[in-house]
C-alpha cells in the first residue's frame, strides 16, 4: 500500500529551512544575551548590595548608640545557611537567592568585632527588572522580525529557484512531447549561474544525443526500406509470372505483404523526420467521410452528427482513415461505426478493444497486439495514422468503450474499440501543431446519435 506523499514548492521548503534557521539562532542568542545581562545585572547588584552593608557596618561601629542604619539588621535569623556558615568563619559575603515565585533576594552579610552578624536584604526589583524585561521585549522582536525576514528572504530566494526548474521542466516535458528544436538552458534565461544551468545544459546534451541517434536510426531504416524496393518489386514481377496455382497465389501474396511492408517503413521515416507537410483544402468533412469510408470499408456505418467546414489535407485524411478502419476489421468485429461531429471523427468496432499497452503507451511499431503474426499485419498501421495526424495538426486517441454487460450483443452498442480523431480548429502553419479541441470524449449519446442523420456507405 503506497503511502500519501506530501508534495510542497521548493520556495516553501527553502522559506521553512531559513525560517526555522533563523528562529534557532535568534533564540540561542536571545537566551545568551538575556542570561549575560541578568548575572551581570545581579553581580551587580551584590557589589552594591556590599557597598551598602560595609557602609552601615562602619556606622555602627563607629556610633555610640550602636543603631544599625540603612535597613541593615543584627543576626537576622532569615539569612541563608551559607551566608551565615562564611560569615561565622569571619569572612564577608553575599548571596543571591532565587524563590520559586517572585524577584531574585540578594543578601549581603559581614562579621562585627563582637561576633555578632550584620546583615541587609533586598529584592532585585525596580530599575534593573524594568530594565530586564525591556531587554526581553528587545530580544523577542528581534526574533520575530529575524523569523519573518527569514522567511521573506527564503521566498525570494526559493521563488527565483522555483520558476526557473518550472520553466526547465516545462522545456523538458516540450522535448518530450516531440518539440526538440527546444532548449531548456534558452528556456530558463536569467543572469545569475547556479546549479539549475548545469541540469538544463545537461538536458540539452541528452536531447542533442537522443537526436542524433534517432535521426541516425531513422536515415539506417529509411535506406534499407529503400533499398528493399528495388527487389520486392522484381519479385512480385517474378511472382506474376509463375504458372497459375496455389504456390503461384501464395508467393504473389507474400510478396505484397513484403512490398507494403516497405512502403509502410517508408511512410514512417518520413513522417519521423518531420519534414512533410499538409496540401490544406477546404472540405465538408460529413460528406468527405461518408464518401471515402463507402470505399474504404463499405460495411460501415457512417453517423454525421454535425456537418463542418475544415481546411486539411484530404489525402492525408483518407489515409488516416483507411488505416482505423483496417485496424478495426481486423482486431474487432461488426459493426464498424464512423461517427463525424463537428471536427471530431470516431471510428468504433464492437470487438475486444485496444490492449492496455497501446491505451498507456500509445500506438508502437511492429506490435499488434495478437498472439498469432501469420496474415495480421505489422503493426504499422496505426502509427502511421498517428504521424499523419501530426502532420494535419491533429490529434489521435484510443480508448475502449464500456464493456458489454453479460448476455449482451454487438447491436446493444457496447464495448468495443474507439479512435477518435480531432481535427484542429486552425490549419496547421507547420508540422507538429496541436488542435485546440477538449478532450473529453464521453460514451453518452450513442443513442442520440442514432437518432441523427444516418447514412449507410
Not at 533586598?122 to 523577542?140: E, K, M, N, P, V
Not at 548545469?198 to 537522443?210: F, G, M, P
Request: glycine share 10%.
Amino acid at each position: 500500500m503506497r503511502k500519501p506523499a506530501l508534495r510542497t514548492g521548493v520556495r516553501w521548503k527553502i522559506s521553512i529551512a531559513i525560517a526555522g534557521v533563523g528562529a534557532l539562532v535568534a533564540m540561542t542568542l536571545s537566551l545568551v544575551v538575556h542570561n549575560a545581562a541578568r548575572v551581570s545585572m545581579l553581580d551587580n547588584a551584590r557589589d552594591v548590595q556590599m557597598d551598602r552593608v560595609l557602609l552601615a557596618q562602619r556606622w555602627y561601629e563607629q556610633s555610640k548608640n550602636k543603631d544599625p542604619r540603612f535597613n541593615t539588621k543584627i543576626n537576622d535569623p532569615a539569612v541563608p545557611k551559607d551566608l551565615q556558615k562564611l560569615v561565622r568563619q569571619g569572612r564577608r559575603g553575599s548571596y543571591v537567592h532565587e524563590p520559586a515565585e517572585g524577584p531574585p533576594e540578594i543578601w549581603a552579610a559581614v562579621p562585627l568585632s563582637n561576633g555578632d552578624v550584620l546583615s541587609l536584604h533586598s529584592q532585585f526589583a525596580g530599575r534593573s527588572a524594568t530594565i530586564i524585561q525591556a531587554l526581553d521585549r528587545a530580544l523577542i522582536i528581534g526574533s520575530v522580525s529575524v523569523v519573518f525576514g527569514g522567511c521573506a528572504l527564503g521566498v525570494l530566494i526559493g521563488g527565483s529557484l522555483s520558476r526557473r526548474l518550472r520553466k526547465a521542466a516545462a522545456a523538458a516535458g516540450n522535448v518530450a512531447q516531440g518539440n526538440t528544436d527546444v532548449r531548456v538552458r534558452d528556456a530558463i534565461g536569467g543572469v545569475v549561474r547556479d546549479e539549475t544551468d548545469e541540469l538544463a545544459r545537461a538536458v540539452d546534451a541528452l536531447t542533442d544525443a537522443l537526436n542524433a541517434r534517432i535521426e541516425a536510426e531513422r536515415r539506417v531504416t529509411a535506406d534499407i526500406a529503400h533499398e528493399l524496393r528495388t527487389p520486392v518489386t522484381g519479385l512480385l514481377t517474378a511472382a506474376e509470372l509463375l504458372p497459375p496455382g496455389r504456390p503461384a497465389e501464395l508467393v504473389r501474396d507474400r510478396a505484397q505483404a513484403m512490398r507494403t511492408l516497405v512502403e509502410d517503413v517508408l511512410e514512417v521515416a518520413r513522417l519521423d523526420s518531420a519534414s512533410e507537410r499538409a496540401e490544406l483544402q477546404e472540405i465538408a468533412l460529413g460528406e468527405f467521410v461518408a464518401r471515402r469510408v463507402s470505399v474504404l470499408a463499405s460495411d460501415a456505418v457512417v453517423y454525421v452528427v454535425h456537418e463542418s467546414y475544415v481546411s486539411t489535407d484530404p489525402r492525408r485524411l483518407e489515409r488516416i482513415l483507411g488505416n482505423l478502419l483496417a485496424n478495426a476489421a481486423k482486431h474487432g468485429k461488426q459493426p464498424v461505426e464512423v461517427t463525424v461531429e463537428g471536427r471530431v471523427v470516431r471510428v468504433r468496432d464492437h470487438g475486444p478493444g485496444f490492449p492496455e499497452e497501446l491505451l498507456a503507451e500509445g500506438p508502437s511499431r511492429f506490435r499488434t497486439g495478437a498472439s498469432d503474426r501469420a496474415g495480421q499485419g505489422h503493426g504499422l498501421g496505426l502509427t502511421i495514422a498517428e504521424g499523419q495526424a501530426r502532420v494535419l495538426g491533429a490529434r489521435l486517441t484510443f480508448r475502449n468503450a464500456n464493456a458489454a454487460p453479460e448476455g449482451a450483443t454487438a447491436q446493444d452498442g457496447a464495448g468495443g474499440a474507439v479512435a477518435v480523431l480531432w481535427l484542429p480548429e486552425h490549419a496547421p502553419t507547420n508540422t507538429g501543431s496541436f488542435a485546440v479541441l477538449s478532450p473529453a470524449d464521453g460514451d453518452g449519446g450513442g443513442d442520440r446519435r442514432q437518432r441523427q442523420r444516418q447514412r449507410r456507405s
